[in-house]
């Protein structure tokens, strides 16, 4: 088996007030994703055209995500922050997120539902790669791991 990485780090906020402490006030990051590919094998030397997954990636998580305010759908904030024209992106889990809260998990989880669109779409994708962990990280401390549950069953 082999994987390639991709990183990129985005600016949000987000706000948890489902939880108690001080993550129920609206607060930012700059998150670090790491999003890790596998193959059971290379095709000419390579896995993954790092290129084009690099533009999908960025691109999609440059337009939802970054410098936005990342809201779940039942906080009361999201109305006033629509209002105001401001970014927001909802999490829901009646939009097939993993919680109907921004956390770290969730945001890892998002996003590894999201990479399997960008590797489907690349110009010349390989029907053997999958996504096979996305490592999110909100602090330097703070690190989430979503590991794809279909990796074993879809590369053998």
Do not use: Y
């Amino acid at each position: 088996m082999f994987t390639a990485q991709l990183t990129h780090t985005f600016d949000a906020a987000h706000r948890l007030p489902n939880l108690p402490g001080k993550c129920v006030n609206l607060h930012g990051h700059t998150w670090r994703v790491t999003v890790s590919v596998a193959a059971p094998h290379l095709d000419d030397g390579v896995l993954v055209e790092f290129g084009s997954f690099k533009a999908l990636a960025r691109g999609w998580i440059d337009t939802h995500l970054d410098h936005a305010a990342l809201l779940g759908a039942a906080d009361p904030l999201l109305p006033a922050l629509r209002t105001e024209g401001c970014r927001v992106f909802v999490f829901d889990t009646a939009a097939g997120h993993a919680s109907p809260w921004p956390t770290v998990e969730t945001v890892a989880h998002l996003i590894g539902h999201q990479a399997d669109r960008w590797l489907f779409n690349l110009p010349t994708p390989r029907p053997d790669a999958r996504i096979a962990r996305v490592d999110v990280a909100e602090t330097p401390t703070n690190t989430a791991t979503w590991l794809n549950p279909n990796l074993a069953r879809s590369t053998t």
